[in-house]
């Protein structure tokens, strides 16, 4: 159910998302499974994300990382706080989305997880640019392509060039 939910997310079929992910939670209750309930949590942030429902978003993030860190686990922890940080740039909360971004990239360095790293600089590499510090955004998606380059993920190197050429 939790599959299903992840691939109606990304084919846009929002409801019948929810609908799988609230199936997929139940299971994952029942089962006394809090990975899975935090997995859940963080699909459904990033559909309320993806939807406008911020307020939704910033809650499912805030409890699947609760669980990820009762778990102790990190890359679930920085996916999360991936996922925050885009919600909180989107907002306009850059010192937020900033913090957010700062921790995600913390946790897939202490992981050594490239690509996660790669495409949390990424995007603040967008919010730093956006911003006008073209130092700092030049500098992340710099480092952003390197890190792209090393795990062979080409067109993870191409948004770095684009970036940088915006």
Excluded at 10 to 26: F, I, K, P, Q, S
Excluded at 46 to 52: F, I, N, Y
Excluded at 60 to 66: K, M
Aim: charged share 30%.
């Amino acid at each position: 159910m939790f599959g299903l939910g992840e691939s109606r997310r990304l084919l846009g079929r929002h409801d019948a998302a929810r609908a799988a992910y609230g199936e997929a939670w139940t299971l994952f209750k029942q089962e006394q499974d809090r990975l899975g309930q935090a997995n859940v949590l963080l699909g459904l942030g990033h559909l309320e994300s993806k939807l406008g429902r911020n307020d939704a978003a910033r809650d499912a993030y805030a409890e699947a990382r609760t669980l990820f860190k009762q778990e102790q686990d990190r890359l679930g922890e920085a996916n999360v706080l991936s996922g925050l940080g885009d919600l909180e740039r989107k907002l306009g909360r850059n010192d937020a989305a900033r913090d957010a971004y700062g921790e995600a990239r913390t946790l897939y360095k202490q992981e050594q997880d490239r690509l996660g790293e790669a495409n949390v600089l990424l995007g603040l590499g967008d919010l730093e640019r956006t911003l006008g510090r073209n130092d700092a955004a030049r500098n992340a998606y710099a480092e952003a392509r390197t890190l792209f380059r090393q795990v062979e993920n080409r067109l993870g190197e191409a948004n770095g060039l684009r970036g940088l050429g915006l």
